[in-house]
């Protein structure tokens, strides 16, 4: 290999080669010029179509410049996008615009050229490549479509990737071929399919379907949603992920195309796919990229314009954390062991809809559920099936419920008890007979706060005296979203802020706490991930004095927080000053101190 010299790109150069882009790493001093030279040597007979970039990466070279960074593919392909003087684009499959951007380029050219149509607006359309210097392409282009070219540079892993899905999934909706009359008919679009399909019931089997609906699934898995909703409007249908408690919205399909895809989803989850006039609930087993298996609960509503379907998503994988990976400190994990290995009482666990109360239950009846013991649960509906229980599905239209269910379960010889939640006077009182009678029962309730079930109970009917009697321990708990490790960078925190999650009580303001950012790991929202706050109130025998029919809550929390109970906002505060979230989550989240 010749002395690289400084580069410059010649005007011929039709595409990126490994000798240039080796010959801008050294003369940039970002490579040893003897690395770059052995490297470009051992290449000289490789007759593989592996990108420059990828070679390079592969090294796992440190950058000479900055020496704590290593060459990886993201940042050679910034680096690439610099030298060709182009934006750098990351690639995000929830935001590609399928429906336009394949009809600027075809599949062949696209591939030939290892290009990737990303989306066409105001008539600029934008183009994706991982070879930024060749551009002849442009022209051809813009004088064909009368469009105006913008050209980006992505990591040609991600090109290689999403190129081919990208047209896949593009295909699957925008065209077909139906069988009519005899004939084959070549379909343009899928409202077209839809409209010509008027006299026959939609297949929700025909294979673009099917293309679209494994590729919703895939994506959501891959952004760890939690839910996926699709939701008809009046003209369109949109599709929307919950990651991390927040709603994002992925793609925007036309009504009809929509329709199709609730049909399939119904098929799958055995569910009366002609039905769109009443709710109706079911469940898909499937299996993500890696070949674990999800289960999705899902439940379909009328609407004004369509059947609304939401889809909640279980990992396996969420029921065999250990209690710090939920976010229990050392002390409220010691806290709840102790209740736990009680034999007999009752265990609530209190907050709203989504705060995390059904992985608490699930994971903490995984660990109790050894072969000595004989663990049942009772709920609306089966959130996760788990072999190691003996689960029951509340039916109303039977008679069916909650009550009845708890006392089928006293003549099933359980040792542990489930009842997913606790609405009524007639559930609560058999919820705690069980737990007189010799049983542990977990359940929930829907309160702000764990002071505020006493009362709740209280409200249902229940007595004081049994209240007294049955309740061991009570737990209210909050999601927060965790900063992205990625991303998070220290920074100040004002005193009113710290005082607005720790009044009235002292606690120390951090000198550095970690804010967010917003990186590519966490789609630039600056968090990845949730972590639960707690609130964990044991009725101590000064507490069970103050539970009375006229019960004061006031009273009652104050008499709990001298007792040691930590509010949600002051556990919070603690993850705030651990690094772990921020002020602004918190504060989402928890429900304000009231003691006074």
Known sequence: ?????????????????????????????????????????????????????????????????????????????????????????????????????????????????????????????????????????????????????????????????????????????QSANIAKAGQIVGVQNFEQLIELGKDRQL???????????????KYAFEQRASDIHLEPRRNLGLMRLRIDGVLHQVYQLPSNIMNAITSRIKLLGRMDMVEKRRPQDGRVKTVDTDGKEIELRLSTMPTAFGEKMVM????????????QMLGFSKRQGEQWAQWTSHPNGIILV??????????????????????????????DPIEMIEPAFNQMQVTQNIGLGFAEGIRTLMRQDPDIIMVGEIRDQQTADMAIQAALTGHLVLSTLHTNDAPSAITRLLDLGVPAYLIHSSVLGIMAQRLVRTLCPHCKTEGEISSAEWASITRPFKAAKPNKVMKAVGCQECR???????????????????IRKLITPETDLLQLRQAATQAGLQPLMLNGAEKVAAGMTTVAEVLKVAPPIEMD
């Open 203 to 217: 297949d929700a089997n025909e294979q673009h379907v099917v293309n679209i609906v494994d590729w919703l699934f």
């Open 312 to 323: 909640r998503i279980f990992k396996p994988d969420v029921l065999v954390q250990d209690f």
């Open 524 to 542: 630039h929202t600056g968090y990845r991930g949730r972590t639960g706050i707690y609130e964990m109130l044991t009725l101590t025998p000064a």
């Open 350 to 379: 209190t907050g709203p809809t989504g705060s995390g109360k059904t992985t608490t239950l699930y994971t903490t009846l995984k660990q109790l559920a050894t072969d000595e013991v004989n663990v049942c649960t009772v709920e």
């Open 1 to 173: 290999m010749n002395t690289p010299a400084p580069f410059s790109l010649p005007k011929s150069l039709e595409s990126l080669r490994l000798g240039d882009l080796l010959r801008m790493l050294v003369s940039d001093g970002r490579i040893e010029k003897v690395m770059a030279e052995k490297l470009h040597q051992d290449r000289k007979r490789d007759s593989s179509k592996t990108h420059p970039i990828v070679v390079v990466a592969e090294q796992k070279w440190q950058d000479q410049r900055e020496p704590a960074q290593i060459l990886t593919v993201d940042n050679l392909s910034r680096y690439v996008a610099y030298k060709a003087k182009v934006p750098f684009y990351q690639i995000d499959p929830l935001k590609l615009d399928f429906s336009s951007a394949t009809q600027v380029v075809s599949q062949a050219y696209a591939e030939r050229l290892r290009i990737m149509p990303i989306s066409v607006k105001d008539g600029i359309a934008k183009i994706a490549t991982a070879d930024p210097f060749h551009q002849n392409w442009v022209f051809d282009l813009e004088r064909i479509h009368n469009l105006r070219i913008e050209v980006v540079m992505v990591n040609p892993l991600d090109l290689q990737r999403y190129l081919p899905e990208l047209y896949k999934l593009s295909s699957a909706i």
